[in-house]
C-alpha cells in the first residue's frame, strides 16, 4: 500500500457539505421534467442549417421509450453499455436512457482504435453498444466481445439480429412500457447515490487506459454545487461541443438538468465559428486552445491592415487594460477613464463581443492551463473567464472561480463540500462528494492515489497535480507532478506553465512541447495554426505556401523567435528556451497529436519528431 503525503496549506472544508441533491441522474431527469416540461430544452442541428428544438417533456419521451427498449433486451441494474459517438443530441439521449433504466455509461471516444475499443468494452463488461454509425459498430466486432450482446445504431440500418436502429429500440421500449407504464419510476426508485453511473477510461502515457468509476451520487452533487454558485442560470443558453465521452462535457449536462435552460448541442468542431452567432449562448465552456484561437483571430483581424483601425484598437485595449487594474484594486473606472471605457465598449469591445453572438456572459474553461494574460484580455472585452480545476477522478470539477473573486492565474476555490490541502511535496489532494468509487479492475492504480485509507468520503484523492493555495482560497496549478522536468545540471521544470504562456504571445503558434528533460537546456517544437499562418503568408507576399514550406520560412521562425525572446524576458535563466524547431505539419486530432478535448500528447509529439529534438541538441541552428 503507497502512503499518503502529509498535509501542508488547506482550502475548502467537508464542514460545509452541499448535500440537497437528488438520489440520482434519473430522478434529477423526471423532476425536471415535471417543472420545465413544456420549456425548450436542447437545439439540434437540422439538415440543411438551422435549428430544431426540443422541450424537456419530448426529450423524456424518447429517452424513456429507450430506457425501456434497453430493459427489453435485458438490460440490469448497474449493467453497462458503451456509447461510442460524437458529441450530438443523441449522445445525451441515450445517457438519459441508460440513467433511467437504472444501468451505467461506459463512454468510448468514437477516435478510439479498434485495439482500445474492445479493451474499454471488454474491460467494463458492456452487455450493449450504443453506436453513432456501422464503422463503430466494425471496430468493436474485429474483437472477442461475448458479453455484448446487441448493437444500437444511432445512423444506418441494423441487420434486425445483432445490430438493431435506435427507432427499433425505442419500439421495443413502447411495447414493455405499454405493458409496464411504471417501469421507468421502477427502475429510478431503485437507483441511489451508490449506483454505478459512468465509466470513463482514462488515456495513460504507458499502458492500458484506466477506468474510472462515477456514480449517481458524484454527479448530483457536481450539478447541486453548480448550481448553488449561480454558475448556470434557469434561462441561459448554453452551447455544447465538447467531447462528451469526456467529464467536463458530462458535468455540464449534469448541471443542465440540475437547473434548466436550453443546451444547442453539436460537436462538430469546425462548425464553433459559425455556431456561435447563430445560437447566441450566454455561456459554454472553452479549452484553452479554442479560447487562443478567437482572440487570435480577434487581433489578426484587427491588426492586419495597420493604420487608425489598428490605432483605435490599441487604444481601446490600454483603456481597457487600465480600467481593469482599478477593478482589482477595488476602485471603480469613473471620470475620464470611465468615459473612455465607454467609448471603447462602443468602438471595439461589442463588436468582439458581437462576434461571438453578443450575449456571453460567461466562458467557463478547464482542461488545461490558461495563460493569465489571455483571461485578462477576455475580462477586458466583457466576455469574463471562470477557469476550473479537476480531473475524470473528482467528476471534473473541483475547484472554480466565482465572478466576485475570480483571479487570472489561478483555478478558484473548492465547491461547496470539497476541501483540499497541499501535501507536503506539493501535490494537490482531494476529498469530498465528487471523488471516483475507484478505478475499474486496477487495485495497483487505486493504492497509488488512494494510499491505505478505508472507503469512503473521508479519504484523500491524490491528484497528480502541483499547486498552492492563496490567502483566498484560491487554488494555483503549477504543474503535472510526473510531468516535471529536470535538467542535466538538477533545475526543475514546469512544460505546461511554460508553454501556456508562449502560446499567449505568439499567434502563429498552434500548439508547442517544451523538452528539457535530463537535457542541457530548454527547447521547444512549434506547431503552427494554419488560420493565423494563412494571414500571415498573405500578408507578407508567399500565399499558396504550404504549410511545410512556411514552417522552413525564415519570416516565420523571425516571428517565432521573436515570441521567445518575450517569453524568455519573464523567465528563469534555466527556464528559458534556447533552441525551437517549427513543425512541418498541423497537429490535429485526426492526426493523433492531439486529444478530442484538443491537449497535445506530448509523448506521441516527441516519439514523431525525435529527429529533430535530436538536432535542436547537437549544436546546429
Known amino acids: ?27 434529477l431527469i423526471l423532476d425536471r421534467v415535471k417543472k420545465s416540461g413544456s420549456q425548450e430544452a436542447f437545439r439540434a442541428p437540422k439538415d440543411g442549417g438551422g435549428w430544431q428544438s426540443y422541450t424537456w417533456q419530448e426529450t423524456l419521451e424518447q429517452a424513456s421509450e429507450a430506457a425501456a427498449g434497453l430493459v427489453a433486451l435485458g438490460l440490469d441494474f448497474e449493467n453497462r453499455v458503451g456509447i461510442i459517438s460524437n458529441t450530438r443530441l443523441h449522445w445525451i439521449l441515450a445517457d438519459y436512457a441508460i440513467m433511467l433504466s437504472g444501468g451505467a ?23 450493449l453498444v450504443i453506436a453513432e454509425d456501422m464503422s463503430q459498430v466494425d471496430k468493436a466486432k474485429e474483437n472477442d466481445l461475448p458479453d455484448v450482446r446487441t448493437y444500437i445504431l444511432i445512423d444506418g440500418e441494423g441487420d434486425g439480429d445483432s445490430v438493431i436502429t435506435w427507432e427499433q429500440l425505442r419500439e421495443k421500449g413502447r411495447e414493455l412500457l405499454a405493458e409496464n ?55 441561459d443558453v ?129 482542461s488545461a492551463a490558461l495563460s493569465a494574460d489571455l483571461n485578462d484580455w477576455f475580462d477586458i472585452v466583457g466576455m469574463p473567464i471562470l477557469e476550473g480545476y479537476g480531473l475524470t477522478e473528482t467528476s471534473a470539477a473541483t475547484t472554480v472561480n466565482r465572478m466576485d473573486s475570480k483571479k487570472s492565474g489561478t483555478v478558484g476555490q473548492p465547491l ?48 497528480g497535480d502541483i499547486g498552492v493555495v492563496d490567502d483566498a482560497g484560491r487554488v494555483k496549478i503549477t504543474d503535472r507532478k510526473k510531468d516535471l522536468v529536470k535538467t542535466s545540471g538538477g533545475k526543475y521544470i514546469a512544460p505546461g506553465a511554460i508553454e501556456a504562456q508562449f502560446k499567449a504571445k505568439c499567434p502563429l503558434a498552434g500548439a508547442v512541447v517544451v523538452i528539457a528533460n535530463e537535457r542541457n537546456f530548454a527547447s521547444a517544437l512549434v506547431g503552427l495554426d494554419v488560420d493565423a499562418l494563412k494571414l500571415w503568408a498573405d500578408t507578407n507576399g508567399k500565399s499558396g505556401a504550404t504549410i ?37 505539419k498541423e497537429l490535429t486530432v485526426d492526426g493523433g497529436e492531439l486529444t478530442p478535448s484538443l491537449k497535445v500528447k506530448r509523448k506521441v509529439v516527441e516519439n514523431e519528431y525525435t529527429d529533430l529534438i535530436e538536432d535542436m541538441y547537437s549544436g546546429k541552428r
Open 105 to 127: 455509461t461506459t463512454a468510448v471516444y468514437p477516435s478510439t482504435g479498434a485495439e482500445d475499443v474492445g479493451f474499454i468494452l471488454g474491460d467494463s463488461d458492456c452487455v
Open 238 to 366: 448554453q452551447f455544447l461541443w465538447l467531447p462528451l465521452a469526456h467529464s467536463f462535457g458530462k458535468v455540464l449536462t449534469c448541471a443542465h438538468i440540475q437547473v434548466g435552460g436550453v443546451i444547442a448541442v453539436d460537436g462538430d468542431i469546425k462548425r464553433i465559428v459559425t455556431n456561435l452567432p447563430e445560437v447566441a449562448p450566454h455561456i459554454t465552456a472553452m479549452v484553452p486552445r479554442l479560447l487562443e484561437k478567437i482572440n487570435a483571430g480577434v487581433v489578426r483581424n484587427a491588426t492586419g491592415e495597420g493604420g487608425a483601425k489598428t490605432a483605435i484598437f490599441n487604444w481601446a485595449f490600454n483603456v481597457g487594460k487600465r480600467a481593469q487594474d482599478k477593478r482589482k484594486n477595488g476602485e471603480t473606472a469613473g471620470g475620464l477613464l470611465g468615459m473612455q471605457l465607454n467609448l471603447a465598449d462602443k468602438l471595439v469591445f461589442s463588436k468582439v463581443r458581437e462576434r461571438l453572438g453578443g450575449n456571453i456572459r460567461v466562458f467557463i474553461s478547464g
Open 416 to 463: 461547496p463540500g470539497t476541501e483540499i490541502k497541499i501535501a507536503d511535496d506539493g501535490e494537490i489532494m482531494v476529498r469530498g462528494p465528487g471523488v471516483m468509487r475507484a478505478y475499474r479492475n486496477r487495485p495497483d492504480a487505486n493504492d497509488e492515489v488512494f494510499g491505505d485509507q478505508p472507503a469512503g468520503p473521508e479519504r484523500w484523492f491524490a491528484t
Open 181 to 235: 407504464p411504471n417501469l421507468i419510476q421502477e427502475r429510478v426508485d431503485a437507483t441511489n447515490h451508490d449506483s454505478l453511473a459512468t465509466l470513463i477510461y482514462t488515456s495513460g502515457t504507458t499502458g492500458k487506459p484506466k477506468g474510472v468509476e462515477l456514480t449517481h451520487g458524484n454527479w448530483t452533487y457536481e450539478a447541486a454545487s453548480m448550481s448553488a454558485l449561480n454558475i448556470l442560470q434557469p434561462t
Open 548 to 584: 511545410e514550406q512556411l514552417a522552413a520560412d525564415e519570416g516565420v521562425k523571425a516571428e517565432i523567435q521573436s515570441a521567445i525572446d518575450d517569453l524568455n524576458s519573464g523567465l528563469n535563466h534555466w527556464e528559458t528556451l534556447k533552441q525551437f524547431r517549427v513543425l512541418p
Open 1 to 27: 500500500m503507497t502512503e499518503m503525503p502529509s498535509a501542508g496549506r488547506t482550502s475548502g472544508s467537508l464542514n460545509e457539505p452541499y448535500d440537497e441533491r437528488a438520489a440520482s441522474l434519473g430522478q
